[in-house]
């Protein structure tokens, strides 16, 4: 796949990143969907705010940035140097399982790489997050995945970067289907393997960071064989 607007942040990516290319993902992701300019929309696990200036800046949305780790002090310097203003940008500190906002606030969520951090209880998205969505909104979610769930017999590449604790946050196509089928009040727009894969990990197995660093021994054993991205295209109902 090409990635014409994520070229122009090259220049952040090595700083920015916190996993496999988020801004990549989120271009891929979004090529999908269409979500007006001046749509309000909740990035949701937005870490240092890299995916949320893309957001901005490229697709002409209103951002609320919410991670729960990432200082929203500091996310709103690099917001300001990077030219938006907090009428186009807004980072805020929230949890993911209480989020402080009002129901129907949102014209669509975006969660690129977090979701399966916090989505994997079957009650998550009905209970945790619909709500916060205007009727007809998008929630648009990309994970990390598995081509087939094989943690009964988890490979020796995998466990060379990763214990199977961590391993647990990744699964397939299939499961999280199951999940999201369970879920009163969404259509399912698709669930499916995304293009984005060996050159979103290239982008982060190139930087230094430390978790970078770590995770290239997964790689370098044949890792990559068995992982994927999986993206969820859902509509709440009116």
Known sequence: MHYPKSQNYQGLIKEKIMGPNP?????????????????????LGSGTGITSVFLAKEYGLRVVAADLWSDPTE?????????????EIMPVHADAECLPFAHEFFDAVISTDSYNYFGR???????????????????CICVPGMKQDCHDNLP???????????????????????????????????IHEMESNTEVWEDWLAC??????????????GGGKYLNFIAVLLRKRG
């Open 23 to 43: 801004v990549k993902l989120t271009e891929e992701l979004l090529s999908f969907v269409s979500i007006p300019i001046g749509s309000l929309v909740l990035d």
């Open 121 to 139: 209880s079957p009650e998550y998205l009905g209970e945790k997050l619909l709500p916060f969505v205007k009727a007809g909104g998008l929630i």
């Open 156 to 190: 020796e590449a995998l466990l060379a970067a990763w214990t199977p604790e961590q391993l647990d946050y990744i699964h397939d196509k299939a499961y999280w289907t199951r999940l999201i089928e369970q879920t009163a009040g969404v259509d399912i727009l698709s």
């Open 75 to 87: 996310n709103m310097r690099f917001f300001t140097a990077q030219g938006l203003s907090s009428t």
């Open 208 to 221: 230094e960071n430390e978790y970078a660093v770590s995770d290239r021994r997964a790689f370098a054993a």
